[in-house]
């Protein structure tokens, strides 16, 4: 299993960015997927879900409601996360995985948010 997450960047509060995830090496439609998260410092944590059906069955973490929107599609294995109102404390690497997750982690990708 791979996944390869792409995206990220330095940007200003209040901005925007829209991360990709590439998965192989698993059967890509069956799985809920999910979007995490790690802090400078701190533990991973789960940001945002979405269920294999589609966009009619997502979940997200508190601290990114109304402001970050989870997408897939399964033809194309892939899984987007936009993110919208960036705060500096949304400064972490994030990573793409399932919601029940594989081994390995991929490397993620980059995202600061500072003025």
């Known amino acids: 299993v791979k996944f390869v997450e792409s995206g990220g960047g330095l940007v200003q509060p209040g901005g925007s960015l829209r991360l990709s995830c590439v998965a192989s090496?698993?059967?890509?439609?069956?799985?809920?997927m999910s979007w995490y998260r790690q802090p400078p410092g701190k533990e991973r944590e789960l940001v945002a879900t979405?269920?294999?059906?589609?966009?009619?069955?997502?979940e997200y973490a508190d601290f990114v409601k109304g402001r970050f929107t989870v997408s897939r599609d399964n033809a194309k294995r892939m899984m987007w996360l936009q993110m919208n109102s960036l705060a500096p404390e949304d400064t972490a690497i994030y990573y793409c995985?399932?919601?029940?997750?594989?081994?390995?982690w991929g490397q993620g990708t980059q995202v600061t948010v500072s003025s």
């Open positions: 995985n399932a919601r029940e997750p594989f081994e390995p």
């Open positions: 090496g698993l059967t890509f439609s069956i799985y809920p």
């Open positions: 979405i269920t294999r059906f589609g966009a009619e069955s997502t």
